[in-house]
């Protein structure tokens, strides 16, 4: 995405809706950053550039961010001026996070650190990512610490080329290469090692509630174009809606929108109220992302080969959608969890 | 972990308004099914339907017509009461005495189309259980096609002469009241639906069928009705001639609701019977819960009921405050009983053998639900509905 937009859309107020104005953003709360992001959603621009950015990225300085962090970081964030990211993923470890080798070690006012991660959204235009680094390798989950780390200058980063993705073409995805790069102690998100993993984990349920409003949004969406494109479509001198078939499964796609608005709502009351949790966040995102997926697919169909084609709303959407079943944690994981609290 | 998938079944996140007196009923009716019913079941199962003192005993204990007027004997109530009823029917694994059918299917039909006169005759006898109701629509010919009924009522004097036939009548065996849909001959010879209060009492012409034997139910009687000559007083017609289809219509919503919270119910309890059993059998030497598989397997079912759950209740909310259309009140019934059946499947398959025998719940559940996909308008219909509303 270009540079300018980023800027132009925090001086519309679209960028950290959540964040106080202290620090320059909106104050709002969830409900301010669904309806930017189910109209993101709505204009076939389902890619999460924004609300990673926003709603996944900023809480994590605002929550657990000394105060001059928030300073420094949080009122470019609101404004465009600086463009987040966050990495934990690497080559060897994705939803098992314990698993990540990338090392932080202190050496005086700063740590040096070693390591690679990938898949890491918005690290294109990044001025900063949050990167997960085990500051103790003899610890699992204790072991892991945030660094708020300054892409500009800092020696020994290297960002590698944008990831050829199946979708969310929009998006830049990337990998990132850290050769001994001096990171000042300052930058250890909420001064304290060994928090990271709890600091991830504390985050999971609302951005898998986010995951799955997107998720929502973008099922509505496409049942929504193709009803459009079957009454339109004519095919054995009928409308493509006058087949039955056509009735039937649009018919299930659209329960299935339904239930999922339904359900999601009720997630977000929940959350409003705090009695959202883990096992809520698991099991709203796998349902969400499956059934999207599964939805947009059956609207796909409708379309015939017009659905195939990169340039329509429904194929780009196909597309996009499956990262959802995998990113935020893989559906099976949130199944793990689910079954688990059995 | 403390918490569980399990906190979205049942009452524990409810969302909807119970009240002490819904509480005070829904006891009553668990002790009810638990004690007076369950262990009657196979009894009732052998001779296909149960006797006609069970419904006198539930009127006894307030658990028949609880949301009609009590001025007709009723309980005063809502439809919440009747969810409370529901839920626990469900839970106790009993099908017979079918109170739904007779309490939020057959009563309204009475209290918003009967006159006073019916109301005054009808109600109380059902409300204390002296009278089981009955719906009498699909015939051997037509099933969710009610233009294609062949069953007719002609003038004769003051009253009416009906032949023709009926079948898949639930309380076939049992009732004593009947809500008729015949054709009659409304002005200009056109043919339309209406609705008799048929009295059985003494009544000549009616020639009731053995229980048929169905896959499942079959604690709860379901027969064939033939109507021969069968002559009824005039005061039998219900609301204005050829209004059946209306009438008939106007009720589905309210009663393809109750079958979403009925599929629900019978959801939760199957896995509730599943988890219990996947956490006591061991296999290879552990529980088979602790197979990932199994953990898969269920996190998806709970999750479905989570969903479907809450989807149900915003449908009851919306029918307490008048807003519930047909369209949403078939995506309920739709993807409800399909969940039903589908989840029920999936538990009987981790109970193993066990679960073929019908001495586990699970193996009952599984042949009572099948039904629930083609009963109150089959699936397809109500795909039919939410189609062309598109």
Redesign the interface.
């Known amino acids: 995405m270009a540079r300018d937009v980023w800027r132009k859309a925090g001086r519309e107020g679209f960028l950290c809706a959540k964040v106080s104005p202290d620090y320059g953003g909106s104050g709002g709360d969830l409900l301010h950053c669904a309806i930017i992001l189910e109209e993101q959603t709505r204009l076939g621009f389902s890619e999460l550039t924004f609300y990673l950015h926003s709603d996944i990225i900023a809480p994590y300085i605002e929550l657990y961010g000394a105060d001059d962090q928030k300073q420094r970081f949080l009122p470019g964030m609101c404004s465009g001026e600086i463009v987040a990211a966050i990495a934990m993923t690497e080559p060897g470890a994705g939803s098992d996070l314990q698993a990540i080798q990338t090392r932080a070690v202190r050496e005086g006012d700063f740590y040096r650190l070693s390591g690679q991660k990938t898949f890491i959204s918005n690290a294109q235009n990044a001025e900063l990512i949050i990167v997960a680094a085990k500051t103790d390798p003899t610890q699992g989950a204790r072991g892991i610490s945030l660094f708020l780390v300054e892409t500009e200058g800092a020696e020994g980063f290297k960002l590698g080329r944008n990831l050829n993705k199946i979708g969310c073409k929009a998006q830049d995805s990337s990998e990132l290469f850290f050769d001994n790069v001096m990171v000042p102690a300052a930058n250890l998100l909420g001064g304290a090692e060994g928090r990271g993993f709890y600091q991830l984990m504390q985050r999971l349920p609302e951005e898998r509630l986010i995951m799955a409003m997107s998720a929502i949004a973008s099922m509505e969406v496409a049942v929504e174009e193709t009803?459009a494109y079957v009454r339109d479509r004519v095919v054995f001198g009928q409308r493509l809606?006058e087949f039955?078939n056509?009735?039937?499964k649009?018919?299930?796609a659209?329960?299935?929108a339904?239930?999922?608005r339904?359900?999601l709502d009720?997630c977000v009351d929940l959350f409003i109220d705090n009695d959202f949790?883990?096992?809520d966040g698991a099991?709203v995102k796998?349902?969400a992302t499956e059934r999207s997926f599964e939805v947009i697919d059956e609207c796909l169909q409708l379309h015939g080969g017009y659905g195939y084609m990169r340039d329509s709303s429904i194929g780009r959407l196909y597309a996009d959608m499956r990262l959802g079943r995998i990113a935020g944690g893989a559906n099976?994981i949130?199944?793990?969890?689910?079954?688990?609290?059995? | 972990m403390t918490s569980s998938a399990i906190k979205w079944a049942g009452a524990s996140r409810s969302t909807l308004p119970f009240n002490d007196e819904h509480d005070m009923l829904r006891r009553t009716a668990r002790r009810f099914f638990d004690a007076e019913c369950a262990p009657q079941r196979e009894a009732w199962e052998d001779v296909g339907m149960a006797p006609p003192g069970i419904w006198r005993r539930a009127g006894e204990l307030g658990l028949l017509c609880m949301s009609m007027p009590a001025e007709y004997g009723g309980g005063g109530g809502d439809i919440l009461h009747s969810i409370a009823v529901m839920e626990e029917q469900v839970r106790a694994g009993v099908n017979a005495p079918m109170l739904s059918l007779h309490n939020d299917v057959v009563a309204p039909y009475i209290l918003r189309y009967g006159s006073q006169a019916q109301r005054s005759y009808a109600l109380p006898r059902m409300a204390s259980g002296e009278w089981v109701g009955a719906v009498a629509m699909t015939e051997p010919q037509s099933g969710s096609d009610l233009r294609g009924i062949q069953t007719s009522a002609r003038r004769d004097g003051d009253g009416w002469v009906v032949n023709g036939r009926k079948t898949f009548i639930s309380h076939g065996c049992t009732a004593n009241l009947i809500v008729l849909a015949a054709k009659t001959e409304v002005e200009g010879g056109k043919e339309r639906l209406s609705l008799f209060l048929v009295d059985t009492t003494d009544l000549q012409g009616l020639h009731r069928g053995p229980p048929l034997d169905k896959l499942g139910q079959g604690d709860a009687d379901t027969a064939e009705l033939a109507f021969e000559g069968m002559r009824l007083p005039a005061s039998s017609l219900l609301g204005g001639p050829g209004d059946g289809f209306r009438m008939l219509s106007d009720r589905l919503v309210e009663e393809r609701l109750m079958t979403g919270v009925g599929a629900v119910a019978t959801i939760e309890a199957a896995l509730e019977h599943t988890l219990a059993y996947v956490k006591q059998r061991h296999a290879f030497g552990q529980p088979i819960l602790n197979f990932q598989n199994t953990r898969f397997a269920l996190a998806e079912a709970y999750t479905e009921a989570a969903v479907l759950r809450t989807f149900m209740e915003r449908c009851v909310r919306r029918f307490l405050r008048g807003e519930l259309d047909a369209v949403e009140a078939a995506m309920l019934k739709d993807r409800a009983t399909d969940l039903q059946c589908s989840i029920v499947d999936q538990c009987l398959q981790l109970h193993g053998g066990y679960g073929y025998i019908l001495d586990y719940p699970i193996a009952r559940l599984w042949c009572d639900s099948r039904i629930a996909k083609i009963y109150g308008g089959a699936n397809e219909i109500m795909k039919e509905i939410i189609g062309r509303a598109l």
Request: positive net charge.
């Open positions: 009803i809606i039955q056509t009735r039937f649009l018919a299930a659209k329960t299935t339904v239930m999922g339904a359900f009720r949790d883990a096992i099991m796998w349902w099976e949130m199944k793990d969890i689910i079954g688990r609290s059995l």
